[in-house]
């Protein structure tokens, strides 16, 4: 199966890129599990792949969820150079720094290049996500992963434009994000209808220009026995052809190598696996276990940096082990809060390690809503607050939180204020971008009053 110039998918987000030899792999995830145990690889990743991420001489690493950003998978590649998006508050940047990896910060839509044929460029968003645009022999890969359009759609759409051949590599389907709710009387709430997931990845396609979709990091399974509940919620590969249109574009099996010299397409077709569901105490949990007088003070020390919080939720009530930790976030009637049934190891380990939405994510914490939560549920009144901002952008008080807004919006401007305005968030805008430019330029600065022209003319063209 050797080549000389193309590109395999593996794994959940692996996209290894190749010019004569393995030049560039992202988000290595190739052994290990996520999420404090609770997902495993969903497929095998090949020996010849895995072998390839091991020789490769760049890594990108788009964020820092485990399932991108493995500590199993990058302790056998320390020998690398570690591309990482430029993103607010560099924490995955110098938390790999400070364990002895040579990071290389990618400056926002700057093309690299790292052989004759093969270049790349990167761009970081406010969700602390980020993506990476691959040029392999004038075919153009779209490595968005986990991200959405969050102020670089225009680029992205401009740059596909110049290619024939694009291929989309992006989230789509089910399992990924928070699903164990549960209302006060104990009922877990309804998941999102099931949509076919061949029919949002085509659409997906179309939106960007792509010419070929690949499935993409979706590819995980659950293998707690306490989150095993999701598993049947969870995406499987066959179902990317349920929906999907080809009239505009090709659908590609999730696992591939395409040459990009002579356009042949090669399945990997790994083998899926199937290895038993292990206990919670394997990952040093036992949910009998209560929270230590001075855990339950570090706990609320943590979610009380959070001043945003404050604004929309009044409580955060922790069951640990049995017993309650109540966390009062406003001085007033508790009525809009949240429960949270879970394990103390991973609890404190999410809290000493500043990764909450590990826990969120790996689907075994219980999580009951108090007061009316809307369709979104953790979203937009807590989740971007602690995982988003917070955790991985170190911005937790109010004027943080201004600071982190002003970093990107001076980025690009007039993309930052259109998807704003596009996506809704005219309140968030007004909080922090324009206060953030209020309080740096001043209100008469020809600056800010261009801002505002380049606001109210997208809300204009867009409403």
Known sequence: MAFEVGFDTVGNATLILHDGAPVLATDPWIVGSAYFGSWGLAHEIPAEQAEAVRKARYIWVSH????HLSGDSMALLKDKVILVPDHRGARVAEDLKSQGFNVRVMPDRQWLELTPRVRVLCIADYNQDAILLADVNGRLVLNLNDAGDRGWGGFVR????????????????????????????????????????????????????????????????????DSAWAEPHASQVEEYQEGFDGSRCELLPAYVRYDCSSDQVTPLNPARSRGPLHEPQEFGDDWRQPLLPEEKARLAAYFKRFERL???????????????????????????????????????????YEIFDDLLIGNFMKVTLHGDWGPDRLYPDFSPWVAKYGDNGRAHTLKELREYHWSYFRRDPAEYLRHRVDAGFVLPLQEATASALRSRLGANSAFFRTAKDVYWSARARLF
């Open 64 to 67: 820092g969820h485990p399932d």
């Open 158 to 225: 401009r740059t596909v434009k110049q290619y024939q051949v694009s291929f989309l590599l992006n989230l789509v389907g089910r399992g990924a994000d928070m699903m164990n709710f549960f209302d006060e009387d104990g009922r877990r709430l309804p998941l999102a209808p099931k949509t076919p997931l061949g029919a949002t990845l085509s659409t997906r396609a179309n939106y960007w220009g792509a010419t070929v979709a690949i499935p993409f990091s979706a590819m995980h399974r659950f293998q707690r026995t």
């Open 310 to 352: 404050r604004r929309n939720v009044d409580f955060l009530r922790f069951l640990v082990g049995g017993e309650e930790t109540l966390i009062e976030l406003r001085g007033r009637d508790l009525r809009r809060g949240l429960t949270f049934e879970v394990p103390r190891n991973s609890l404190m380990t999410s809290v000493q």
